[in-house]
């Protein structure tokens, strides 16, 4: 039972993050393997996350199973621990609505497709890094404070200030359905609490990427084409800002998206 200042540390450090509560959540319902946690919170950082909740005692290996110690039990029996993604951590937030669709514009990379600025109310904030588990092929990205969703050919990023854009919707019926469905499960959540689904992997390539540059092969990034160039990207061997046709307004959701793209690289 941690008792000193650097054991009371490890084990604040341990319970302060989302997806490592989430993991000592799925723990809470059986001994998992860790290539069962890895389905369901997603691989980034997993053996990171892991090691933090073992240095703090709260869960333990045996038979090469997780599971929870004893102290990892009283942790997460006492309310004052209960970890997030429980239902009682989202008590405080309110189902989301959606507010408005702001903009329905053709997609460069399908003119016959469409981009889907919307807005939901209210931001979900720091909230919404709890969601990533509830859809199959999402990942949430720290540094923009998104979380993606991919279904089908069409992401979704949902920023934490309430903002959401879709790329490649065919219709208006299409860009409710999906805002709707995304409200639906984040209300359930909000709720009856974080219920994690089976992940995906959610791959991106240099078809992908190619989509949202601007094909215009003006050569400014030193390359021979946009294809290349997207080629080259992929291999990590030049990076996007040198395509500075994209710092154009006109580029500039296309931008936005690449920039989310490169992530999964
Ligand atoms: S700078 Fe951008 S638009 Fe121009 S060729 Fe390179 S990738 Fe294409």
Known sequence: MPGSPAEIKLVNNAMSNATRRTIMNLLTEANR??????KAIGQSMLDYHLQLLRQAGLIAIKDEMLELTDFG??????????PA???????????IEIAEVRQLIPCIADAAKYRVLAQVQPPLG??????????????????????????GN?????????????????SDDEAKKILENFKKTINEAIEKGIKPVPREKLKVDHAEIYKYLPK??????????????????????????????????????????????????
């Open 33 to 38: 393997s860790k290539e069962d946690i890895g």
């Open 73 to 82: 039990k009283n942790m997460l029996e006492s309310k004052a621990e209960r």
């Open 85 to 95: 993604g429980s239902r009682n951590d989202l008590l405080d937030v309110r189902p």
């Open 126 to 151: 720091a909230t919404l890094k709890q969601m990533e588990p509830l859809f199959p092929r999402a990942r949430y990205l720290e540094n923009i404070g998104a979380l993606t969703i991919q279904t």
């Open 154 to 170: 069409i992401m979704i990023t949902a920023y934490s200030t309430g903002k959401v854009i879709m790329t490649m919707i065919t």
């Open 216 to 265: 215009t092969n003006c050569h400014n990034c030193g390359e021979q084409s946009c294809y290349s160039f997207a080629i080259r990207l992929v291999g990590k061997e030049t990076t996007l800002d040198k395509c500075t046709p994209l710092l154009e307004t006109k580029y500039a959701i296309n931008l936005e998206h690449l920039r989310v793209l490169m992530e999964y690289l």
